[in-house]
């Protein structure tokens, strides 16, 4: 049996083509939003890892259905259309601003009118997309091997998912947060948020209405210098952040109020799948518990 290869993924080597990857999948994100019903906890807006790269949900324009592709082995946006053939749009250096107007102008030629908010989400400093023409780097090696890092953890978190009977998401990828993401729910609606910001109080109050444990891994940025896994809980109930934890280089992030677990530390290991499994059900046990969620009723 072939082992799962589970590449290095360096965050120094890669940042440049990350930056770019993030802010060209917040413009195909935010068509999704467009072209999609909302769901709950916007789930409608995820995207998908699939066995080439990174793709949207189905989306509708008139009698059209369409999907968006980040094609990491052919390295296009392969732009699907069930009556109007496909548009591909390399994936090479250039500048946010010029991605913007090429997939604006490829939905055109497909007959497909969208209109969407040109500002980044989710970032320390907000952009406008339809004029950044500072983040331009692609490196095909590097978003590669961050799409088969996404291919080797799915089935993990995949598997994790089926062990859970009550609501909880698809394994799916933020495009705002650029995170592969499973959130389980115990259906108690979560208290009301308290963002001074009206709008990001009403964003967070879809994201977390209910009670939530989620797992997921991200790339990494900010107060994080490295790729991670993380789990938290929303609300926090007392204890979580001293729980014990598997495995040993596991650690509660005072910055990110969540445990991470370096990637680094999943790849190099003997067994790089049962580690990821010792964390994922360590912190959900320890969460679960100290939360009293009713598990004989949510659990296999």
């Excluded at 799962?4 to 990857?21: G, I």
């Excluded at 979560?190 to 109050?205: G, H, L, N, S, W």
């Excluded at 370096?262 to 959900?284: G, I, M, Q």
Aim: aromatic share 12%; proline share 8%; with cysteine.
């Amino acid at each position: 049996m072939t082992r799962t290869v589970w590449p290095p993924l360096p965050l120094d080597a890669w940042k440049p083509t990350y930056e770019t990857l993030h802010l060209w999948m917040q413009i195909v994100g935010k068509i999704t939003l467009a072209l999609t019903p909302l769901s709950n906890h916007f789930w409608n807006g995820a995207f998908r890892v699939t066995a080439r790269g990174i793709e949207t949900p189905p989306l509708t324009s008139g009698a059209q259905r369409l999907t968006m592709t980040f094609d990491f082995l052919s390295h296009q946006l392969v732009i699907a259309s069930s009556e109007r053939g496909t548009e591909n749009i390399a994936l090479e250096p250039r500048s946010v601003a010029a991605f913007y107007r090429e997939v604006l102008s490829a939905l055109e030629r497909l007959g497909v009118p969208v209109k969407i908010w040109p500002m980044s989400v989710e970032l320390p400093v907000n952009l406008r997309l339809d004029r950044d023409e500072v983040h331009s780097s692609y490196d095909p090696a590097g978003a590669e091997a961050c799409w088969r890092a996404l291919l080797a953890m799915q089935p993990v978190f995949e598997s994790f998912r089926g062990r859970f009977v009550g609501k909880c998401s698809p394994v799916h990828f933020f495009w705002g947060s650029f995170d592969l993401a499973v959130s389980r729910f115990n259906g108690a609606r979560a208290p009301e948020r308290t963002e001074a910001d009206t709008v990001m109080k009403k964003i967070m109050q879809e994201a977390y209405s209910h009670e939530v444990i989620s797992h997921g891994f991200w790339p990494g940025g900010g107060p994080v210098p490295e790729p991670v896994f993380y789990a938290y809980i929303a609300p926090e109930p007392e204890g979580f952040k001293t729980a014990a934890v598997r495995p040993d280089a596991a650690f509660y992030s005072t910055d990110m109020s969540e445990f991470l677990l370096p990637y680094e530390a999943v790849r190099a290991a003997k067994d790089p799948e049962a580690t990821l499994r010792a964390f994922l059900d360590t912190t959900y046990n320890a969460a679960a518990d100290l939360a009293n969620w009713e598990r004989a009723k949510l659990e296999r």
